[in-house]
């Protein structure tokens, strides 16, 4: 297999982090740049000390763009639309910019871009799209736990769709803000973005890809939990039935498919995504539950685009990803 040089643009921020673990796991991706204005001229174990004792600790951060291979942008929405252009080789976009068409980006993202979308980075939307592509947009958090937990019943989806989500504070980025500074978040829930969160419309995009409704409605409710890191979806979904997700997520070595309710520790740190279908014991009527927890850092952002360059790439879909998380 061929091998690539990496640089992660952004490296300051949760998801610029979790994307240099994930390339020092990979046996085919060399990380050879970072980036971070802020942090210019320091070295990465400056910004991450767990980095230390490693030569690519004492790699100093630059300013601008350093030519590689692949480029992973992790950074501020509005900022990737800016860069991406002057770039060579290929390019995730883990920030929402090439996610939506017009004028439905606009709405969610509150500027305009003349550019079309990207590839929607969503593996179970099909591998054979990736063909040929250098230019990946990668999902959001919430879109990639929310079009897992739908996608197997896509063709059988009521018109409107109820789901609630909890999300930890990494999700909100490392600049601090009054949501997310820990003595407002510890031991509370603040449902916030109620019924107008921008990663709504990708949901309907990837259902859309998938053959379900064009124009689902998908009423989402997100919470802040007082967690670091991690995404629940819950969403009640008359007729779902178990077989329908195993047999769709069969051979995926990324997603699996319970009956039981889940457990958030079981992805945390992870690049999995767990789904569990729960119906009543007495299995009367067609009531059922799906849920969906995934590492928001992990599968909602960095292994997620790692996950790309490997499609991108023809490999394996889980290459570098065989890593897990802590045990406790």
């Known amino acids: 297999?061929?091998?690539l040089t990496?640089?992660?643009?952004?490296?300051s921020?949760?998801?610029?982090?979790?994307?240099?673990?994930?390339v020092l796991n990979h046996p085919r991706l060399t990380l050879t740049g970072a980036t971070a204005q802020k942090a210019a001229g320091k070295p990465l174990a400056a910004l991450w000390p767990r980095l230390g004792r490693t030569a690519v600790g004492q790699m100093v951060v630059q300013a601008g763009p350093v030519d590689?291979?692949?480029?992973?942008?992790?950074?501020?929405?509005?900022?990737?639309?800016?860069?991406?252009?002057?770039?060579?080789?290929?390019?995730?976009?883990?920030?929402?910019?090439?996610?939506?068409?017009?004028?439905?980006?606009?709405?969610?993202?509150?500027?305009?871009r003349e550019t079309p979308p990207w590839l929607y980075g969503l593996p179970e939307l099909g591998v054979e799209r990736y063909a040929g592509q250098t230019r990946v947009a990668n999902p959001g958090c919430f879109a990639s736990a929310l079009a897992l937990a739908l996608l197997p019943a896509a063709?059988?989806?009521?018109?409107v769709i109820y789901a609630t989500g909890l999300t930890g504070s990494t999700g909100s980025g490392a600049t601090p803000s009054e949501?997310?500074?820990?003595?407002?978040?510890?031991?509370?829930?603040?449902?916030y973005k109620v019924l107008a969160h921008q990663h709504v419309p990708e949901v309907q995009r990837a259902l859309a890809e998938a053959g379900g409704?064009?124009?689902?409605?998908?009423q989402f409710v997100p919470i802040s939990a007082p967690i670091r890191r991690g995404i629940l979806v819950s969403i009640p979904l008359p007729g779902a039935e178990i077989a329908q997700y195993k047999k769709f997520y069969a051979g995926n070595p990324l997603v699996t498919v319970s009956d039981?309710?889940?457990?958030?520790?079981?992805?945390?740190?992870?690049?999995l995504t767990q789904v569990s279908v729960v119906r009543p014991r007495d299995g009367n009527g067609d009531h059922a539950v799906v849920f969906s927890v995934i590492d928001n850092l992990g599968r909602g952002a960095a292994s997620q685009a790692i996950a790309n360059v490997n499609l991108m790439m023809g490999w394996p879909v889980d290459l570098g990803l065989g890593a897990f998380g802590a045990l406790v």
């Open 179 to 191: 949501g997310t500074h820990h003595p407002m978040r510890d031991e509370n829930l603040r449902p």
């Open 213 to 218: 409704p064009a124009c689902a409605s998908v």
């Open 13 to 22: 921020g949760y998801t610029g982090a979790e994307c240099v673990r994930w």
């Open 260 to 271: 039981q309710p889940p457990d958030l520790l079981s992805v945390t740190g992870t690049p």
């Open 1 to 3: 297999m061929e091998s």
């Open 68 to 112: 590689a291979d692949v480029h992973l942008l992790c950074l501020p929405h509005g900022q990737a639309v800016i860069h991406a252009p002057e770039l060579r080789g290929m390019v995730v976009d883990l920030s929402g910019d090439h996610r939506l068409a017009e004028p439905v980006h606009s709405a969610a993202y509150g500027f305009a």
């Open 6 to 11: 990496v640089c992660i643009h952004g490296v």
């Open 155 to 159: 063709s059988r989806l009521p018109d």
